[in-house]
């Protein structure tokens, strides 16, 4: 077995992480912190009661390199990128579900904060392992992609070849209330989102510049994206309609059973796509369909797994030298 951490247990994340890594049959789950540390997980999580009673530690990067080989970050931005460095500098293999290793150092200070760990940046590898599998099998360093930029970038890239020059990309995600975390805000108050759907950060969310930078990266081209994010009265689950101008005709659905013929976690549908179907998995279903040439992508996944925790799995699977599939959920276990 190879034992493994998560710091920042507290969190829905933190919750979806304990649950998999619990029953993964390589994986043993040997510590778990939060920032305040001193309960158990049944006491954060009453779900697992009867389950899981291990103590939750106060968060200890040398505590964490004694007894572990792999660290899940479930924390926030910034917060991540110091307990990250003091891991690696012990040995610890690190796959961070923060925004902290995912972005250039100029476009990560652009839009979050000062960087305050240059030296590791460099080597971290964007955990989308559809595009970056080889890579993140040499790293101890995996950055967990967020879950808007996972939505859209599945659903678009395969296209990218293809898309008329000069134009522009629209992206209409919308997202359940556990994308934003347990801590409660004005918009996600109950009063505020039951029966209701609104917008927010149109255009200027930081995840569009995630989006167009990993663009770059697979393609070398530069393209506008335009991302404007929704939130949904729902619990969990998100969609992305992706909208494009095409260069040449093509089939959509041929593209992209040609695209990913061979990926475990990519379901191609020939009808629209719908969060339910996805919920509970690391499962994303994409469907497209043109008029002429303009190209319309749905996308949906779990925001929870395939957005975060399942995917971190998956990506610890692979720096292990693991089935990737290996303990990741298939059929959902949720309603």
């Known amino acids: 077995m190879i034992p493994v951490a998560v710091i920042g247990a507290s969190g829905y994340t933190g919750l979806e992480l304990i649950k998999i890594l619990f029953r993964h049959p390589e994986f043993e789950l040997v510590y778990a912190a939060t920032s305040e540390g001193e309960t158990t997980i049944d006491a954060l999580h009453p779900s697992l009661k009867n389950v899981i009673s291990m103590p939750v530690e106060k968060a200890d990067a040398a505590a964490v390199a004694a007894v572990a080989q792999?660290?899940?970050?479930?924390?926030?931005?910034?917060?991540?990128?110091?307990?990250?460095?003091?891991?690696?500098e012990r040995g610890v293999k690190v796959v961070d579900l923060s925004a902290d290793y995912r972005l250039k150092l100029d476009t990560y200070e652009a839009h979050y904060c000062p960087h305050e760990d240059r030296a590791h940046l460099s080597e971290a590898v964007y955990g989308l392992p559809e595009f970056y599998r080889e890579a993140i099998k040499k790293s101890r360093l995996v950055a967990n992609p967020g879950c808007y930029p996972t939505a859209s970038l599945l659903g678009l890239l395969p296209f990218i070849p293809?898309?008329?020059?000069?134009?522009?990309?629209?992206?209409?995600?919308?997202?359940?209330?556990?994308?934003?975390?347990?801590?409660?805000?004005?918009?996600?108050?109950?009063?505020?989102?039951?029966?209701?759907?609104?917008?927010?950060?149109?255009?200027?969310?930081?995840?569009?510049?995630?989006?167009?930078?990993?663009?770059?990266?697979?393609?070398?081209?530069?393209v506008q994206v335009n991302f404007v994010p929704h939130l949904l009265p729902v619990t969990r689950g998100m969609l992305c309609s992706i909208y494009m101008q095409l260069e040449t005709d093509l089939d959509p659905i041929d593209v992209l059973n040609?695209?990913?013929?061979?990926?475990?976690?990519?379901?191609?549908?020939?009808?629209?796509?719908?969060?339910?179907?996805?919920?509970?998995?690391?499962?994303?279903?994409?469907?497209?369909?043109?008029?002429?040439?303009?190209?319309?992508?749905?996308?949906?996944?779990?925001?929870?797994?395939?957005?975060?925790?399942?995917?971190?799995?998956?990506?610890?699977?692979?720096?292990?030298?693991?089935?990737?599939?290996?303990?990741?959920?298939k059929i959902a276990c949720v309603p």
């Open 258 to 329: 040609d695209f990913y013929k061979d990926e475990p976690f990519i379901r191609i549908r020939t009808s629209p796509v719908d969060i339910k179907s996805v919920a509970g998995t690391n499962f994303c279903d994409i469907f497209a369909t043109v008029n002429g040439k303009s190209l319309v992508i749905s996308s949906a996944i779990d925001n929870l797994l395939r957005g975060a925790s399942s995917q971190a799995v998956v990506n610890a699977n692979i720096i292990s030298g693991l089935d990737e599939t290996l303990g990741i959920p």
């Open 162 to 222: 293809y898309i008329k020059a000069q134009t522009p990309i629209f992206i209409d995600a919308k997202s359940g209330v556990s994308g934003a975390g347990k801590k409660l805000s004005e918009t996600t108050h109950y009063v505020t989102i039951n029966e209701n759907i609104f917008a927010y950060n149109p255009i200027r969310h930081r995840h569009a510049p995630e989006i167009a930078e990993k663009i770059d990266d697979l393609f070398l081209t530069q």
């Open 70 to 88: 792999i660290a899940f970050l479930a924390l926030p931005h910034k917060t991540a990128m110091g307990f990250a460095a003091g891991l690696l």
